[in-house]
């Protein structure tokens, strides 16, 4: 074992010459958070991305990244890694502080981010769900867009070769990934670093991964002369009209009534390395998603126990813990919550849940239940 992992991670694939070592840690990094349990394996990586001459910026912002394309538990997990690292060399590193937010230029600024960085309409992007809901396309465009992925700390060919990574890994995201991969050949990225990246994810999450992912890149490079207009609205959807500050106050509202907490003493947790996140948490999950009417809080806790405890990683442990003191304040009981893991049974396999109720245990032991 010792013998394979030095002969064909290092020898065979990281010493290829087609993608520089700063290019492959980053991309190794993705598919590690993609994983959600491998944190020894995603630190090391982290580590080498520092020392082949990577920055605190360049980790700070692949978890940006993995807010929008993994989810907020990846980043949330990451930043204590990260903030470890810093700590440990003694890395001189400020934050980035998140600027006043206009509203409408979330729209305008993901609509330009859109443009530049996948080449193409939004409106094929949006196609397979924006009828079904107009609020997705939205957020798709104002957040994945406007506030992560416009971001300027990485350039356009690196975010794409990321993000496919992270794609890659979590298999099952096969009309993402194509576009992500039509979108890097068009900002300049060459097929051959594509194909580097690709035969990197056999190391790091598998053959099957890296074939299927290969499968996608085949279709990829047979449409890479389509070049469509890029940057335009899109027809029906309209840019919202509110401010930073009433998403965040109806953020702070829905997290206080959920979680019993203080959405001020999430924001603050991020302060030192990513104060941005901490923010995107309190007005994006909290402030357009959560507090919608279109579930009632005990359903809508429950419903994302069920989807932390399918996902089953270390990664989720922690808000699977959150969402069921969650569930329980907005007045799911113990037997309701029971019920929910149980159901997923049939779906994601013993282990999964029973991993899931041995945490539910503990919580409810915590609370007297």
């Known amino acids: 074992m010792a013998r394979f ?5 290092y020898g065979d694939v990281l010493s290829r010459p ?21 944190q020894p394996q995603l630190r090391f990586h982290m580590e080498g991305l520092l020392n082949v001459g990577g920055s605190a910026q360049d980790l700070v912002e692949v978890m940006f990244i993995a807010t929008a394309i993994l989810g907020f538990p990846a980043a949330i997990n990451m930043i204590g890694i990260v903030r470890q690292i810093l700590a440990d060399r003694s890395f001189p590193f400020s934050p980035m502080l998140p600027e006043p937010d206009a509203g409408s230029s979330r729209y305008a600024r993901g609509l330009k ?7 193409g309409p939004p409106s094929d992007y949006l196609a397979s769900f924006e009828a ?7 957020w798709s465009i104002e957040f994945a867009f406007g506030d992560v992925l416009a971001r300027g700390g990485l350039e356009n060919k690196t975010k794409h070769l990321v993000i496919a990574t992270m794609l890659a890994t979590v298999g099952n995201r096969q009309d993402a990934l194509r576009l992500h991969l039509e979108s890097a050949l068009k900002v300049g990225t060459t097929k051959d670093e594509i194909i580097e990246a690709l035969i990197q994810v056999s190391v790091y999450a598998g ?9 996608v890149a085949a279709q990829a490079f047979e449409e890479r002369d389509e070049v469509p207009a890029v940057g335009s ?35 603050r947790s991020f302060e030192d390395v990513a104060p941005e996140i901490g923010q995107m948490i309190v007005e994006h999950s909290y402030g357009d998603i959560f507090c919608r009417p279109g579930l009632d809080p005990k359903t809508r806790e429950l419903t994302a126990c069920a989807a ?5 990683t270390q990664t989720t442990e922690t808000p ?3 969402h069921i003191n969650a569930a329980l304040n907005v007045g799911a009981s113990r037997e309701e919550i029971v019920e929910t893991l149980l159901n997923m049974v049939a779906y994601f396999g013993f282990p999964a849940v029973q991993g899931a109720m041995r945490i539910a245990g503990e919580e409810f032991q915590k609370r007297g239940l």
Do not use: H, W
């Open 5 to 9: 992992t030095v002969d064909y991670p």
């Open 18 to 38: 087609g993608l520089d070592l700063r290019l492959r840690q980053l991309c190794n990094v993705g598919s590690l958070i993609a994983q959600g349990s491998a």
């Open 113 to 119: 981010a859109f443009g530049e960085l996948m080449q």
């Open 132 to 138: 079904i809901s107009p609020e997705l396309a939205q």
């Open 207 to 215: 053959f099957p991964a890296a074939l299927n992912a290969f499968g």
């Open 233 to 267: 609205a899109v027809p029906g959807l309209k840019p919202s009209a509110e401010n930073g500050a009433r998403r965040r106050e109806r953020g702070l509202a829905a997290l206080a009534a959920t979680s019993g907490g203080s959405g001020e003493a999430v924001v």
């Open 308 to 312: 932390l405890a399918g996902r089953a």
């Open 320 to 322: 699977l813990r959150v």
